[in-house]
Nanobody, 124 residues
Framework: QVQLVESGGGVVQPGGSLRLSCGAS????????MGWFRQAPGKEREFVAA????????LYTDSVQGRFTLSRDNAKNTVYLQMSSLKPEDTAVYYC?????????????????WGQGTQVTVSS
């Protein structure tokens, strides 16, 4: 079993940046592909980005392409979501998720373990 803990959320002005981190327990982190999702009030959880377990390939939803960058450090059991040029519509609770597979996925049902979420608020 993998335990995931997100951090780095907060309040930022439009156009600003934040870096979210997701730390994982256990010594098998490199076996897991990772993903980030977000959920705004009254909306369904939506896919943000995913990365293969070796970090070679990434996938982004169209609305964050070019603004967000997902990376991982397997030696530190951590994935990072660098968010830039933030917009008010990026406001949501952001969740980290893992799946014991190599490939990329974008549906919540494809992921096995989830963190508790971290709030990101973009507001002036």
């Amino acid at each position: 079993q993998v335990q995931l803990v997100e951090s780095g959320g907060g309040v930022v002005q439009p156009g600003g940046s934040l870096r979210l981190s997701c730390g994982a327990s256990g010594r098998t982190f490199r076996r897991y592909a990772m993903g980030w999702f977000r959920q705004a009030p009254g909306k369904e959880r939506e896919f943000v980005a995913a990365i293969t377990r070796d970090g070679i390939m990434t996938l982004y939803t169209d609305s964050v392409q070019g603004r967000f960058t997902l990376s991982r450090d397997n030696a530190k059991n951590t994935v990072y979501l660098q968010m830039s040029s933030l917009k008010p519509e990026d406001t949501a609770v952001y969740y980290c998720a893992s799946r014991e597979a190599y490939g990329l996925a974008s549906k919540p049902a494809d992921f096995d373990y989830w963190g508790q979420g971290t709030q990101v608020t973009v507001s002036s």
